[in-house]
């Protein structure tokens, strides 16, 4: 009795440690949810690895998930909240991190981010990533394209917050200790330059002043007729999601929401 009392133990521990064994030192967790049945057993297990390295680096929850069915609701906003949705159920609400949703159900795939994932994961970040993903998807490599994605995650976390930087001569500095001084650098001389044009141009425009004719001369009584002609125009704004796989669906961008 004793003997199975201590196998069962041991069980459970095990099989609490291999559940935990992807969440890092500083809580950040490497997972990946093959619910697609997408990948095989030794590339899931890759892709955990990768998963929990990049976590581990970058201190974000890195998730890739996988499915073959969004449910009822097949459109492409329902498939971004599918994906919102998956993350705070594996890695929790206002918690920081990025998810790949691998959606072979539409083939609309997504990208959800989270507290300060949201500022690592710009649009144009995440544009770049699923086009770095493409050419594995052209070749139906849903497992490169995977590997892309968790190589991408740790690239960009290595630049720094996206929102916190600017982009000079293609390299991006960081505002948080260079872009203050830049920005005020920049202010000053903007500040003194508009001082020095209001000079010059006040002492030009009085030296080359032009009297302006009476118009009076050149107008007959009862002539000068004015008339007004108005054109209004409709505006036509289309947002556009972008999603390597969807055929339906074609742009310049992609999303990350806040949670």
Known sequence: MMKRITALASAIITAL?????SVCADGAVGMVYDAG???????EDALREKAYSAASTTGLNVVIY????????KSDAAVMDYADVRYEELCGMNTDGILL??????????????GSG????????IENIFSAMDRYYKKDDLYGAALCFIEKVEFYCSQGKENNQQEVFGTELDLDYAGEAFTASFVFVGFIALIASFILYSHYAKQYAISKPDTRAYT??????????TDTFVGNITSRIYSPRSSSSSGSHSGGHSH
Do not use: E
């Open 101 to 114: 949703l691998i959606n072979n159900d539409t083939n609309f795939d997504w990208i959800s981010t989270s």
């Open 37 to 43: 049945d997408i990948f095989t057993d030794s590339q």
């Open 220 to 229: 007959l009584k009862d002539s000068l007729w004015f008339s007004q002609k």
């Open 17 to 21: 440690f291999v559940l935990c064994a």
């Open 118 to 125: 949201i500022n690592y994961f710009s649009d144009y970040r």
């Open 66 to 73: 996988t499915t073959a069915d969004v449910g009822t609701n």
